[in-house]
């Protein structure tokens, strides 16, 4: 039985992570920090040598691939690209602290959307089409390892939707330039649209604690 291994990694930090902003669509790049860190990770542990290499749309994810995986064509998928915030987009809790519509969002994450923003169904229907994408393009291509650098949101969206060990998707989270390594099949894909998750990224580095610059989230931890 051949197997597929698809490692997903978050994107290197922004200055709109350090300011605890709702970035999604804002199409920022990785700030200073955020490529200091993400070059000292490449230079300390390892990540996994891959055959294709599938970016979310936004800079910010093709600037992370760029520094870990410089020499590998990239191939963007844009239903990979973070949900859309709408009228709370770049800005942060404490501005939006007395906005009713914002506190409403904060106790019906799920079931409210934000003026101008994306509805939470459309977005899950959106990146499972790209995860979907991404499975079929490498079964068909016969490539047994791949990566995916989207954020943060994607990869608990994803995991908690098809990930085993089953886990409420906040816990899937990780800090930015961290991820996990997933494993299916052919048959497991199809039959029951499950992948594996067995490692953590990158290689050699101690299961990190906290996160830094949620951008989708339990709305209440956001708050820095």
Not at 9 to 14: C, K, L, Q, S, Y
Not at 139 to 168: Q, Y
Request: net charge negative; with cysteine.
């Amino acid at each position: 039985m051949i197997t597929y291994k698809i490692n997903i990694i978050r994107h290197a930090i922004t200055q709109g992570n350090l300011d605890g902003r709702f970035v999604g669509t804002t199409d920022m790049p990785i700030c200073d920090q955020g490529r200091y860190e993400i070059e000292q990770l490449t230079k300390k542990y390892k990540y996994p040598e891959v055959e294709k290499v599938y970016t979310s749309s936004m800079l910010r994810c093709k600037q992370t691939a760029d520094i870990i995986y410089p020499d590998n064509e990239k191939r963007e998928i844009s239903d990979l690209r973070e949900c859309c915030f709408g009228v709370f987009e770049n800005k942060t809790a404490q501005q939006l602290e007395s906005d009713p519509r914002f506190i409403e969002w904060t106790k019906n994450l799920m079931s409210f959307t934000p003026e101008g923003g994306e509805d939470m169904a459309e977005f899950a229907q959106r990146i499972e089409r790209g995860f979907e994408f991404v499975i079929l393009d490498m079964m068909k291509n016969k490539i047994k390892e791949s990566v995916i650098i989207t954020h943060g949101g994607v990869i608990m969206a994803l995991l908690g939707k098809f990930g085993i060990p089953k886990r409420d998707p906040a816990m899937w989270l990780v800090e930015n330039g961290r991820g996990y390594t997933l494993v299916t099949s052919a048959q497991l894909w199809s039959r029951d649209k499950i992948v594996e998750v067995y490692n953590n990224l990158p290689f050699g580095e101690k299961e990190p604690t906290g996160v830094k610059g949620y951008e989708f989230f339990n709305v209440t931890d956001i708050a820095e």
